[in-house]
């Protein structure tokens, strides 16, 4: 078996480059280890209710995941959160409302009132005085996101605004994440604007929205997205094969020899790497060895999830909005984050009453459990937990006597770490990669967290197909 192109992956990136490739007219196979495609896009049933077991969103920011699934039929199938409720952001000061106009919990208006509300007075003062900083400080190459936002903006501002953001979507330490991996438009725009205020209030003008709305999903679960692009490739001629890991990669004169788990030795003059870092550093030590150690160390962070089916009238008033991050050392909570997803999207709601019609008020809360250096607690007893953390964060009493049904996730390779050094040492691989036009590395460790910027990373100049006009070993894309 063999094919123009060869993808090994079959996450979000690894389809999307598959369906670049097939619109090109070459033929496509594509190799996923698990059982099914999506990645950490994936869902699972719950009390027979169909739950996002991984991302549950998108970013709206750019309009490209709309516009994907507009062209993939699912125009329909796009909602979007519920309007009013805004998040939370839980710390040692309580539970406040997450401010408006705010990008990575950096405020664009430091002194308004609900970013006093967490900050108290002297943080809100500190991080006033921001624009009228040195644009130089915190601004070096390889800093970290702790150095930048404490230097610019105080502690508080940190730990408080800042520490949730990064722990709870990215699950990473903002001690050990460099800044300009984690948050490139505020890198630029510091060194544009001179401020990381000023520009918040570029980039956000005058929205009053919390980051927390700023995005769609799908009905009834993101699965909806991998499975579409599954079924465009079939359609169009292309071999996916799942439970299919890929063990090791050759390079000959003019082709990519992969072998498989089963033994198999495919060959392809066209080979898209949609691996984790680690894994595509191994497969490519003997067959390109200059580009696999080009590849940034980028460790995963392990998260485990409980989602909590619930019967719970107190939680009709939605007294989170649509859930809650959480700061680093929280007293008395250890999740990093909730999600009220009954809350959040409508849709959930209705489908847990018609799949649901003997509870009186049926909730879905989904809390996430693991930051960089702590130990995921144990699976025994988690549920518990859980209910307890979901307890404080809500401010509603939940036991037991409350819970319908519930499942433990656990994702082991989703999230990367973007250490000091990521954005400079990808800039060299991509120098690196530029001689071997007929080998793409693609993934969320290159084009960053989030289904957006996947898709961003996929539409951009250097993976379209303006270099690529047939398979060979001379032409093709980085």
């Not at 725009?189 to 520009?199: C, D, N, P, Q």
């Not at 788990?261 to 392809?268: I, Q, R, S």
Request: aromatic share 2%.
């Amino acid at each position: 078996m063999s094919g123009d192109v060869l993808v090994i992956g079959g996450g979000l990136a690894g389809l999307l480059a598959a369906r670049r490739h097939q619109a090109a007219g070459r033929r496509v196979v594509l190799l996923e280890a698990a059982d099914e495609v999506g990645g950490a896009i994936a869902a699972q049933d719950l009390a027979d209710c169909p739950i996002n077991s991984g991302a549950e969103a998108y970013s709206i920011s750019a309009g490209a995941v709309d516009a994907l699934a507009a062209e993939l039929g699912l125009e329909e199938q796009i909602v979007s959160p519920r309007e009013g409720l805004g998040s939370r952001l839980v710390s040692a000061a309580g539970v406040h409302r997450a401010p408006a106009a705010a990008l990575l919990g950096v405020p664009a208006r430091p002194l308004a009132r609900d970013v006093r509300a967490v900050l108290g007075w002297p943080g809100a003062l500190r991080a006033a005085l921001e624009p009228l900083l040195p644009a130089r400080l915190g601004s070096r190459d390889g800093a970290t996101v702790a150095q930048v936002i404490q230097r610019r903006l105080g502690r508080r501002v940190l730990e408080r605004l800042v520490a949730p953001v990064i722990g709870g979507v990215h699950s990473t330490d903002p001690a050990s994440t460099e800044f300009a991996a984690a948050a490139p438009q505020l890198a630029t725009g510091l060194r544009e604007h001179g401020s990381l205020v000023r520009t918040v209030r570029h980039l956000r003008g005058r929205s009053t929205s919390s980051a927390g709305t700023r995005v769609h999903s799908l009905a009834p679960t993101m699965a909806a997205l991998p499975a579409a692009l599954r079924e465009q490739l079939l359609a169009g001629g292309a071999l996916l094969r799942t439970g299919t890991p890929a063990t090791s990669v050759e390079r000959t004169e003019h082709t990519w020899r992969v072998r498989t788990a089963g033994g198999e030795h495919l060959e392809t003059a066209h080979l898209v790497l949609a691996c984790p870092p680690d894994i595509t550093r191994d497969l490519l030590a003997e067959a390109a060895p200059a580009i696999s150690t080009a590849i940034p160390q980028a460790p995963s962070a392990r998260v485990r999830l409980v989602a909590l089916l619930l019967d719970a009238p107190a939680l009709d008033a939605f007294p989170s909005g649509t859930g809650a991050l959480v700061a680093p050392g929280t007293p008395g909570i250890r999740a990093k984050a909730l999600t009220h997803a009954s809350a959040k999207w409508e849709h959930v709601a209705r489908q847990l009453h018609e799949a649901l019609p003997e509870l009186t008020a049926p909730h879905l809360v989904r809390l996430s459990y693991g930051r960089p250096g702590e130990e995921l607690p144990d699976r025994e007893g988690l549920v518990d937990l859980a209910l307890a953390d979901a307890a404080a964060i809500l401010r509603t009493p939940l036991t037991r006597k409350h819970l319908h049904d519930a499942a433990v996730i656990d994702w082991d390779r989703a999230m990367r770490q973007r250490l000091p050094g990521h954005r400079a040492a990808l800039t060299r691989l991509t120098e690196t990669l530029a001689a071997e036009p007929t080998l793409e590395l693609v993934g969320s460790w290159r084009s960053g967290t989030g289904i957006d910027a996947i898709l961003r990373a996929e539409n951009a100049p250097t993976t379209s197909d303006s270099a690529a006009t047939s398979p060979t070993r001379k032409e093709g894309n980085p």
